[in-house]
T-cell receptor
Framework: DAGITQSPRYKITETGRQVTLMCHQT?????MFWYRQDLGHGLRLIYY???????DKGEVPDGYVVSRSKTENFPLTLESATRSQTSVYFC????????????FGPGTRLTVL | AQSVTQPDIHITVSEGASLELRCNYS??????LFWYVQSPGQGLQLLLK??????LVQGIKGFEAEFKRSQSSFNLRKPSVHWSDAAEYFC????????FGAGTRLTVKP
């Protein structure tokens, strides 16, 4: 099916473990984004990518790593998870930068114990 | 600093009543403006967007929003709310990167 998917949808991990959240889109959109959603903060941008092999930091990048070897995939890795990274993570994509609508995945709920 | 403010954390309206959700932004120039809706356990869905031109924009599900440059506002309205409109609503502005407000949770009373 066309669209943007995220996996896993739910994840529980322990402090210090490495976790990778996957994001896949089928529209061949150039831009992809990772956000975290926390109560009282709305969505905050973690990292974004303008094209394959081009990534850049957003508002809250510390503790996260991204890569984009293929246009359709944009994995987010927490190298050593902390409790403060417990959140809902949303991936999004758009055809271009500033003016375009972003399309969101269903989210991944991550709990770090 | 660039910011997006949604002053109302939670609003309750009766079904059939009118609705207005407030959004104010602080940017040097007029950014691109968006309203998204998020149902429980779901991702965000675009309701409407403003880029330029007519300051009153129509969206899906009977929503509209009005851009007021003098007030740096982009308030969302609906003349008659349905129970299915209960959700979280996010205002967002895009001026090089997308910034979201903290959201307004809408409860609809029967």
């Amino acid at each position: 099916d066309a669209g943007i998917t995220q996996s896993p949808r739910y994840k529980i991990t322990e402090t210090g473990r490495q976790v990778t959240l996957m994001c896949h889109q089928t529209w061949s959109h150039s831009y992809m984004f990772w956000y975290r959603q926390d109560l009282g903060h709305g969505l905050r941008l973690i990292y974004y990518s303008a094209a394959a092999d081009i990534t850049d930091k957003g508002e809250v990048p510390d503790g996260y790593v991204v890569s984009r070897s293929k246009t359709e995939n944009f994995p987010l890795t927490l190298e050593s998870a902390t409790r403060s990274q417990t959140s809902v993570y949303f991936c999004a994509s758009s055809a271009s930068g500033s003016g375009n609508e972003q399309f969101f995945g269903p989210g991944t709920r991550l709990t770090v114990l | 600093a660039q910011s997006v403010t949604q002053p109302d954390i939670h609003i309750t309206v009766s079904e059939g009543a009118s609705l207005e959700l407030r959004c104010n932004y602080s940017y040097g120039a007029t950014p691109y403006l968006f309203w998204y809706v998020q149902s429980p356990g779901q991702g965000l869905q675009l309701l409407l967007k403003y880029f330029s031109g007519d300051t009153l924009v129509q969206g899906i599900k009977g929503f509209e929003a009005e851009f007021k440059r003098s007030q740096s506002s982009f308030n969302l309205r609906k003349p008659s709310v349905h129970w299915s409109d209960a959700a979280e609503y996010f205002c967002a502005v895009n001026n090089n990167d997308m910034r979201f407000g903290a959201g307004t949770r809408l409860t609809v009373k029967p």
